[in-house]
């Protein structure tokens, strides 16, 4: 009896349990580890816990903007993420712009406006929907944390990542760290193994983020990890 609560002392006093379907929130924590308050934007934030890049933070005190396409993942977030600024929006470079959704079902995590993406897959969406652009900016602009400083960026929108950020502003949001996924259309199936740095570094999100002063410090399958190069968080 001793030794199992012993065991189970020391599991829980050094293990990390992670929320990311690849783990990657375990990096970013380990980043951040000596700040307690923060400031995170989730892009394609889909559920409040389960494959979630800011659930680790926001257990540590920090809060943010969670965008997700579903009303349904809006809702969660609103119930069990009181703190955050939740909302439904289509992100797009410009505001206003029709795009079309190819849309699966509620609360689905393939949701996506990428044609090529959907094309390319062999479950078909089960309709396309049309929903007007609003911009990264102008969701930051009219939240409670327009004249906040923002620590942490993930965005996970099936393809559209760069499309998202090409016209976002980088000068006035200088944002340490942003984990991006990096969609390799020309793989049948993704893993670990097939993973290439060349494809990678050159991808559109790749040189649009190393343009505006970011680096690659890590990859996780197709997580891609960026630091600000003039960055002075912890010792990476």
């Given at each position: 009896m001793f030794i199992n609560l012993l065991k189970k002392f020391y599991y829980e006093r050094y293990s990390k349990k992670s929320y990311s379907i690849s783990s990657v929130d375990l990096i970013v924590d380990r980043i951040f580890r000596d700040k307690t308050k923060g400031v995170y934007i989730d892009v394609g934030c889909n559920h409040p816990i389960k494959y979630n890049n800011t659930y680790l933070l926001h257990k540590r005190g920090w809060s943010g903007i969670n965008i997700d396409l579903d009303q349904t993942c809006i809702n969660e977030f609103n119930t069990m993420r009181r703190k955050d600024h939740n909302i439904q929006e289509l992100v797009g470079s410009i505001d206003g712009e029709e795009k079309e959704i190819y849309y699966y079902h509620e609360r689905s995590a393939i949701n996506?406006?990428?044609?090529?993406?959907?094309?390319?897959?062999?479950?078909?969406?089960?309709?396309?929907?049309?929903?007007?652009t609003k911009s990264l900016n102008k969701i930051i602009e009219i939240s409670p944390y327009n004249n906040k400083k923002i620590n942490f960026m993930s965005i996970d929108i099936e393809n559209h990542e760069y499309e998202a950020l090409k016209n976002f502003n980088f000068k006035k949001y200088q944002i340490d760290l942003i984990v991006t996924e990096c969609t390799n259309m020309d793989q049948d199936k993704l893993e670990a193994y097939t993973q290439s740095l060349d494809h990678i570094m050159n991808t559109n999100i790749y040189k649009l983020l190393e343009k505006n002063e970011y680096k690659l410090i890590n990859w996780v399958n197709s997580d891609l990890v960026f630091v600000k190069k003039n960055f002075e968080g912890s010792e990476l």
């Open positions: 996506t406006i990428s044609k090529a993406l959907a094309d390319k897959r062999q479950t078909k969406p089960r309709e396309i929907l049309v929903k007007k």
